[in-house]
């Protein structure tokens, strides 16, 4: 069973960084699609970004791009979405998420993610 612990949500200022991390622990296979989302108050939650450990490819949400950069420390088992020029708009709920996955490519929808976080908290004012 695979648990996913996020870490690095807290209050900045637009313009400012930020970088989460999702440790994962539980692994039974070597190849996963990691997620991360974010859910705004009333809004649907979005994907913004999803990383393949095996291959590591990397796909962005256009809302994202240029922006977020997910990477991975696979001695860890973390992955990471570091978060740069963050706006108001970028104000979320936080999540990870994994499914195992032989081969990328690996989407943003919450639908084929089966592990998630509890998510962590990021405000932008």
């Known amino acids: 069973h695979v648990q996913l612990v996020e870490s690095g949500g807290a209050s900045v200022q637009a313009g400012e960084s930020l970088r989460l991390s999702c440790a994962a622990s539980?692994?039974?296979?070597?190849?996963?699609?990691m997620g991360w989302f974010r859910q705004a108050p009333g809004k649907e939650r979005e994907g913004v970004a999803a990383?393949?450990?095996?291959?590591?490819?990397?796909y962005y949400a256009d809302s994202v791009k240029a922006r977020f950069t997910a990477s991975q420390d696979s001695a860890k088992n973390t992955v990471y979405l570091q978060m740069d020029s963050l706006k108001p708009e970028d104000t979320a709920m936080y999540y990870c998420a994994a499914v195992a996955r032989f081969w990328a490519p690996c989407g943003t929808a919450t639908n084929e993610y089966q592990y998630w976080g509890q998510g962590t908290q990021v405000t932008v004012s």
């Open positions: 990383i393949h450990t095996h291959i590591g490819t990397i």
């Open positions: 539980g692994y039974t296979y070597s190849r996963y699609c």
